[in-house]
Structure formats: structure tokens, C-alpha cells
T-cell receptor
Framework: GAGVSQSPSNKVTEKGKDVELRCDPI?????LYWYRQRLGQGLEFLIYFQGNSAPDKSGLPSDRFSAERTGESVSTLTIQRTQQEDSAVYLC?????????????FGNGTRLTVT | GENVEQHPSTLSVQEGDSAVIKCTYS??????FPWYKQELGKRPQLIID?????GEKKDQRIAVTLNKTAKHFSLHITETQPEDSAVYFC??????????FGKGTTLSVSS
């Protein structure tokens, strides 16, 4: 498809379990972002990948959160030992970015519910 | 790192009125300032952006102004319509760094 694809669209998990969220960026986009959006809240920056540079992990809220991206392709966000406060929509976005700013294109998000 | 403050958090206007949303940023190196609209249950979508080499940009009923000296930028919507009701997010950043968003403004336009 032409847009950013995220899977799963919904995930319900029990407290303490690990979850893995996937993001397929738009082909050719070198920049990839993960944001967290709690219900009725803003877009909280988590992590930013730019090409083969070291990722900016400054937004990750704890060491239970990690993300990987191989080259300029798929990214996975992993949350270990999930807690109820992790419940949110996790949005992925990609952009052409590197030497110039370009608009972010968002996926539809993964709605994570921790019970 | 960059920090973006956005005001107001909620804004209610009558159809046909104008709406203004203001943002301030902290990093003087930021040079890209987009605005996103998020309708209920949907993904954020870009509505307009401005780069630091211009002070104002317009697209039909939407305009954005930038004051680099004061480090603030604003979104102006004229002749508001019910379909403008949504959450609006400002953001700031520069090439090669993360784009940081404000906390959002919920705009309600009543007819």
C-alpha cells in the first residue's frame, strides 16, 4: 500500500506480558518515528530512527520499552512486562527527512489495552 | 531537547468565527513548524507547515504565522465550519532530529 501500515490494529494483553508492535513505513522514507497517545492526550515522542544513524531514544519512558529498525524498512516496538499505564494508542510515522524537513505520515496506530 | 507549549487546550467558537491557536518552542535551532489535525478516532494529518525562512503562510481559510525572535507560531482558521471540529497539534523540529508535538487543542465549532 501507499501509506504507513501498523499491526496489529488492536492488542489486548495481560499485565506482565510482553508485546511487539510493528510498523511498515512508506517505501523510500528514511525517517521513522514512534509516538504514544493516551486517551484524550497529546502525541508523546518515544523514539526516532533516521537512516543508519543511531536512533534518538530520549523519549522512551523506561527500560521496558525498546525499538528496532533494520535499515530503512520495518520497525518493531517492544514493551516488556506490560503495565496498565502502558495502555494507549501507539502511532508510527515516517517521512522523507534527513537533510530537509518533510511532513510526517502517520499510520492508523495500534491500540494497546493492558488488563 | 525541544519543548513545545500549546494554548489553549480547548477552544469553542461559533460557526463563521475565527479561531487562533498558539504555540511556543524552546530550541532556537528548530526551523520546521507543522500543524496536524486529528479527527476523532483517526490518524493525525498535516494541514499546513512553515519553515523558518518565511513569516506567514496561507492556504485558503488556514494561515500560520511564525515569530522566530519570540519563538512562537500560531494557527489561524477563518470562517470556521463544523467540520473544522477536531484536535489540532503544533510541532517543532529540524532536519535530522525528532519532531516534538504540543499537547493539542480541542476545537469545537458549533452551528
Amino acid at each position: 500500500g501507499a501509506g504507513v501500515s501498523q499491526s496489529p490494529s488492536n492488542k489486548v494483553t495481560e499485565k506482565g506480558k510482553d508485546v511487539e508492535l510493528r510498523c511498515d513505513p512508506i517505501s523510500g522514507h528514511t525517517a521513522l518515528y514512534w509516538y504514544r497517545q493516551r486517551l484524550g492526550q497529546g502525541l508523546e515522542f518515544l523514539i526516532y530512527f533516521q537512516g543508519n544513524s543511531a536512533p534518538d531514544k530520549s523519549g522512551l519512558p523506561s527500560d521496558r520499552f525498546s525499538a528496532e529498525r533494520t535499515g530503512e524498512s520495518v520497525s518493531t516496538l517492544t514493551i516488556q512486562r506490560t503495565q496498565q499505564e502502558d495502555s494507549a494508542v501507539y502511532l508510527c510515522a515516517s517521512s522523507l527527512g534527513q537533510t530537509t524537513n518533510s511532513p510526517l505520515h502517520f499510520g492508523n496506530g495500534t491500540r494497546l489495552t493492558v488488563t | 531537547g525541544e519543548n513545545v507549549e500549546q494554548h489553549p487546550s480547548t477552544l469553542s467558537v461559533q460557526e463563521g468565527d475565527s479561531a487562533v491557536i498558539k504555540c511556543t518552542y524552546s530550541d532556537s535551532a528548530s526551523n520546521y513548524f507543522p500543524w496536524y489535525k486529528q479527527e476523532l478516532g483517526k490518524r493525525p494529518q498535516l494541514i499546513i507547515d512553515i519553515r523558518s525562512n518565511v513569516g506567514e503562510k496561507k492556504d485558503q481559510r488556514i494561515a500560520v504565522t511564525l515569530n522566530k525572535t519570540a519563538k512562537h507560531f500560531s494557527l489561524h482558521i477563518t470562517e470556521t465550519q463544523p467540520e473544522d471540529s477536531a484536535v489540532y497539534f503544533c510541532a517543532a523540529g529540524q532536519a535530522g532530529t525528532a519532531l516534538i508535538f504540543g499537547k493539542g487543542t480541542t476545537l469545537s465549532v458549533s452551528s
